[in-house]
């Protein structure tokens, strides 16, 4: 009995620190860094750390769906509700949303065979770049473009920042995709001013005022 539970695998997903990218310009967006520690032996790495945005989660659940016939999928928070929020109040119950999503999806067996999932948790490679490794058009296999990127140090990160926030009001810094995040502020310290979220190229990732609908996907 004690060697079984020396071999449960526990898997602990994480999605933190939203940050806005291209503040100010009318392609900014919000992105999130997914933390992932696991001693499972369905994952290539143990410890990764990668940034994603709202429309790759939505490409991620297509997917999902596509590949794995009658399972249901888990849900993604909703985009064309109407809000009336505060940009704070929208964009952390959207990590909430994002985080109960992969959450319930690393618990599933099915879902978790799924290559495309670990190349959107374990590595950093845009979109049209996992499909290509997915479908044998990428000079990488999914192992060794995971462990490319673990082997990277970009794959490694501590889960929180020790270091205390801030001082409210000093704004937002970007950080790079799949880097540890550099000590400053995340965007919910402080409000922002609604002209600082542009249009975007894709709607699903817009932030809107609190008195429009967010525009749907």
């Known amino acids: 009995m004690l060697e079984n539970q020396e071999q449960e695998e526990l898997t602990t997903v994480r999605v933190q620190d939203p940050r806005i990218q291209n503040e100010g310009s ?9 933390f992932l520690h696991t001693n499972s032996k369905a994952f290539t790495a143990k410890t990764s750390c990668v940034r994603r945005r709202y429309r790759e989660f939505v490409w991620l659940r297509k997917q999902l769906q596509k590949n ?21 109040e929208f964009i952390e119950k959207r990590r909430q949303g994002l985080q109960q999503f992969l959450e319930k999806v690393v618990q599933n067996v099915v879902l978790l065979s799924d290559s495309q999932l670990h190349l959107f948790l374990q590595s950093q490679l845009p979109v049209p770049e996992i499909e290509a490794c ?8 999914v192992t060794e473009a995971i462990l490319r990127y673990a082997m990277s140090n970009c794959g490694w990160v501590q889960e929180e920042d020790p270091r ?4 409210a009001g000093a704004g937002l810094s970007g950080s790079g995709a799949g880097l540890a995040s550099p000590p400053g502020r995340s965007s919910l310290d402080a409000p922002l001013p609604w002209s600082d979220f542009g249009l975007e190229d894709d709607p699903s990732d817009r932030l809107a005022s609190p008195t429009e609908p967010l525009a749907a996907e």
């Open 26 to 34: 009318w392609n900014s967006y919000v992105d999130y860094k997914i």
């Open 68 to 88: 794995a016939g009658l399972v249901p999928v888990p849900e993604l928070p909703g985009k064309s509700t109407l809000f009336a929020g505060s940009t704070d």
């Open 134 to 141: 997915v479908q044998g058009r990428s000079p990488l296999t």
């Open 164 to 167: 205390p926030a801030l001082m």
